[in-house]
């Protein structure tokens, strides 16, 4: 027992979480448990703030995320920070890294995966885009959220088998055009979940 508020009376010993990582050579994407068409795994791409990494966490705890990946550069470590902003969420799910995102993406759309890209509203004019609504989900999906400041990859992007965006609901300021990263992939999960199929 320790004497401080911070710790709530209570200090334990433990190991430090880490990110499982994950190979293509592992053959994750080719195991029978990965071919039902309601999978989904989320890719976070460079996210860097821990109160939204934990935040995220926890949103795909409840949303039923089978699996998260994150990037193995730039992105947030596990801490305590993030599992206190997940609510424990973050012990309760698989968190993997990902070393080569590109060959992931490519391999899963061969595999017959819908890689889902999401981006704010006109970002892109060279991609088509579509509203997260409007996607139906009806095989195995992987949904990539970006960089809380620079978002997603003109790489990234192109390995997508389709964008999507959150349309605003009102006309939006210069500079104003998308969602905290953490509130956009609460709002993207709960619509895929109400668009399985």
């Given at each position: 027992?320790?004497?401080t508020k911070?710790?709530?009376?209570?200090l334990m010993?433990?190991?430090?979480?880490r990110?499982?990582?994950m190979?293509?050579?592992?053959?994750?994407?080719?195991?029978?448990?990965f071919?039902?068409a309601?999978?989904?795994w989320?890719?976070?791409?460079?996210v860097?703030d821990p109160?939204?990494f934990g935040a995220i966490?926890r949103?795909a705890?409840?949303?039923?995320v089978d699996?998260?990946l994150?990037?193995?550069?730039?992105?947030?470590?596990l801490?305590?920070?993030?599992s206190?902003s997940?609510?424990?969420?973050m012990e309760?799910l698989?968190?993997?890294s990902?070393?080569?995102?590109?060959?992931?993406?490519?391999v899963?759309a061969?595999?017959?995966?819908?890689i889902?890209?999401t981006?704010?509203?006109n970002?892109?004019?060279?991609?088509?885009?579509i509203?997260?609504s409007?996607h139906?989900?009806i095989?195995?999906?992987?949904?990539?959220?970006g960089?809380e400041?620079h978002?997603l990859?003109?790489?990234?992007c192109?390995?997508c088998?389709?964008?999507?965006?959150i349309?605003?609901?009102?006309?939006?300021?210069?500079?104003?055009d998308?969602l905290?990263?953490?509130?956009?992939t609460?709002?993207?999960?709960?619509?895929?979940?109400?668009?399985?199929i």
């Amino acid at each position: 027992m320790v004497d401080t508020k911070l710790l709530q009376g209570i200090l334990m010993d433990v190991e430090p979480l880490r990110f499982k990582p994950m190979t293509l050579e592992s053959n994750l994407l080719n195991h029978k448990q990965f071919s039902k068409a309601h999978l989904l795994w989320l890719l976070l791409y460079h996210v860097q703030d821990p109160m939204n990494f934990g935040a995220i966490i926890r949103s795909a705890y409840f949303f039923g995320v089978d699996r998260i990946l994150v990037t193995n550069k730039s992105s947030c470590p596990l801490s305590p920070v993030v599992s206190k902003s997940s609510a424990g969420a973050m012990e309760m799910l698989s968190i993997h890294s990902i070393s080569d995102v590109i060959s992931l993406l490519k391999v899963a759309a061969d595999k017959g995966w819908d890689i889902l890209g999401t981006v704010s509203p006109n970002k892109f004019e060279h991609f088509s885009v579509i509203s997260a609504s409007d996607h139906k989900v009806i095989r195995p999906t992987m949904l990539i959220v970006g960089n809380e400041g620079h978002g997603l990859t003109k790489e990234v992007c192109s390995c997508c088998t389709k964008l999507l965006t959150i349309n605003p609901k009102r006309s939006l300021s210069p500079g104003f055009d998308s969602l905290n990263v953490s509130v956009a992939t609460g709002i993207l999960l709960n619509t895929l979940y109400n668009n399985k199929i």
